[in-house]
Nanobody, 120 residues
Framework: HVQLVESGGGSVQAGGSLLLSCTVS????????MAWFRQVPGKEREVVAT????????YYADSVKGRFTISKDNGKKVLYLQMNSLNPEDTAMYYC??????????????WGQGTQVTVS
């Protein structure tokens, strides 16, 4: 089993930055994909950024390209999301996800509890 714990959310003014962290523990062998999702009430959870752990490729939603950066520290088993130039549309609950398959979708096997980001 894999446990994911997010941190780093909070309130920030438009144009500001936040760094989200996701600490990974448990049986992490063969985790092939990790991602950040976000969700606002009444809307579906959407993928923000994905990293494929074996090859290191990354994917970003169009809405965050050039502003957000996903990265991971394998030694510390932490996944990061650096968020710059935040705007009110980025306000959401942000979730960390992981899967042993080659992709991370809304049906990913492992999820954190979420961390709230509010941009005003």
């Amino acid at each position: 089993h894999v446990q994911l714990v997010e941190s780093g959310g909070g309130s920030v003014q438009a144009g500001g930055s936040l760094l989200l962290s996701c600490t990974v523990s448990g049986t992490t062998f063969n985790i092939r994909c990790m991602a950040w999702f976000r969700q606002v009430p009444g809307k579906e959870r959407e993928v923000v950024a994905t990293v494929y752990t074996g090859i290191g490729n990354t994917y970003y939603a169009d809405s965050v390209k050039g502003r957000f950066t996903i990265s991971k520290d394998n030694g510390k088993k932490v996944l990061y999301l650096q968020m710059n130039s935040l705007n009110p549309e980025d306000t959401a609950m942000y979730y960390c996800a992981a899967d042993r398959r080659g992709y991370c979708g809304r049906d990913s096997a492992y999820w954190g509890q979420g961390t709230q980001v509010t941009v005003s």
